[in-house]
């Protein structure tokens, strides 16, 4: 057994791809079924400390794979998705490494990826992803990833505040219920919010969650926009009514706390009540200020498909051109069905895929990670239907929300016409 981790080789090997990479077109091939052996080369982003926890669980599975040779490499987000870039354009990704839903489109449309439809079933469990988590990487095509961690977007709140206003966030069902909580919680004399904007920001998994729950997607299997100007609309709308009657911050005030970072966060600055933001930055929050800070499910539209649930997935993938495809598909297995190395990996990337897995973790987490893990455990039990791969060019959608939302906030457009451009300019995107 071998197993060694390096930053300098993966980072270079934008440069020189068959260096760093080459080893996966000249490993052995091994009859499915039969055990594991040959080399692999890993690759993930991250830093230091999450390389460590990886290193760990390949160290785990190379000791029970005595024929297998691992290597694990890794980068910073930025770099890492960089030489990605690079090394599939020369053919030499690495055996099996990790990809987010903003990306794995593309490169599966380049053939760059392995179908992985022939293992499902087989050497790769999906009795504890279920169809929705094969889904999660599935095109037309094939499945091209599989998700061995989920992250969910929340409501946090300011729980004191609340209880001291008379307000259970409990009842807060829907988006038209939040609000009416959000307006209870105002006191414009003294500068204090019901709610946050998340229109001004850059992410905008909530629209996401107005979308599904409207029965539309976010794009098509096609990669053309799967939600209308009406849709947008409506969310554009829901924000402004709440801007005008002072509910929501303006947008002065907005852009400037956004910019400033979480130190500046106005729900950690006790300047606001609610906020949608990611499960995650729970504990960031709790880090930078006392108090009883709740974590919520998103509310509803009244009219919400009740198959709208959805996660944001970290797929582990496999080169198209690996020479050991057996050993590739045994080690996306591992790293999404067994407990052992869910206790190495820990919650570094999100939440385990595999409900069973997240819940073998709890009993040693910290009391925010349980809250998380428990959170994505609920909402799993939704029924979910498949998220369409985002296309190449997403993330100009994005960017396109970011700012027409600002334009609309500071009202240098109407509701109608921003929707409308938002529209209109993905032509110039999604091919």
């Known amino acids: ?90 053919g030499n990704l690495p055996d099996v490494f990790w990809m987010t839903d903003t990306n794995i489109a593309r490169y599966a449309d380049a053939g760059a990826l392995m179908d992985l439809n022939k293992y499902i079933g087989g050497s790769i469990k999906k009795d504890g992803i279920g169809d929705a988590g094969v889904d ?100 554009f709308a829901y924000w402004a009514k709440m801007r005008k009657e002072g509910t929501i911050p303006p947008a002065t005030t907005q852009t400037e706390s956004d910019s400033a970072g979480w130190t500046s966060d106005l729900l950690v600055k006790s300047k606001a009540a609610i906020r949608v933001a990611s499960a995650s930055h729970l504990g960031v929050v709790k880090g930078l200020r006392q108090g009883n800070i709740g974590l919520n499910s998103y509310p509803v539209r009244a009219d919400a498909s009740k198959d709208w649930w959805f996660f944001t ?10 020479g050991n495809t057996d050993a590739a598909a045994d080690m996306v297995n591992f790293f999404i069905n067994d407990k052992e190395a869910a206790s190495h990996t820990q919650i570094s990337m999100g939440t385990p895929a595999v409900p069973d897995v997240a819940k073998s973790l709890i009993p040693n987490l910290k009391e925010d990670q349980v809250l998380v893990v428990n959170q994505i455990l609920r909402e799993m039990e939704h029924p979910r239907r498949r998220v369409p791969l985002k296309p190449e060019g997403s993330d100009k959608l994005n960017s396109a929300l970011t700012r027409i939302g600002q334009e609309v906030a500071f009202e240098k457009t109407s509701v109608s016409n921003g929707a409308s451009a938002v529209i209109a300019d993905s032509a110039q995107y999604l091919k």
């Open 313 to 322: 997935p970290i797929l582990v993938c496999v080169s198209a051109k690996t």
């Open 136 to 235: 999660a990487g599935r095109n037309p095509k094939g499945v091209f990833g599989l998700p061995t961690h989920f992250n969910s977007q929340a409501i946090l709140t300011d729980n004191d505040a609340l209880a001291a206003k008379g307000v259970s966030f409990s009842q807060v069902k829907t988006w038209d219920d939040l609000a009416a909580a959000a307006k209870q919680m105002t006191n414009s004399a003294e500068g204090y919010y019901g709610l946050l904007d998340p229109t001004l920001g850059t992410n905008h998994r909530s629209f996401e969650a107005w979308v599904r729950q409207s029965g539309a997607e976010l794009f098509t299997d096609e990669g053309k926009l799967g939600f209308d100007a009406a849709v947008l609309g409506d969310w």
């Open 1 to 90: 057994m071998s197993s060694t981790v390096t930053r300098r080789s993966f980072l270079g090997f934008g440069l020189g791809a068959a260096a760093a990479f080459g080893v996966a077109g000249c490993a052995g091939f091994s009859p499915q079924g039969s055990k594991p052996s040959g080399k692999l080369e890993v690759g993930i982003w991250g830093g230091a400390d999450r390389a460590k926890l990886y290193q760990s669980a390949i160290n785990l599975y190379t000791k029970r794979n005595a024929d297998v040779q691992a290597t694990l490499q890794f980068a910073d987000s930025a770099p890492y998705f960089e030489r990605l870039t690079t090394s599939a354009a020369a």
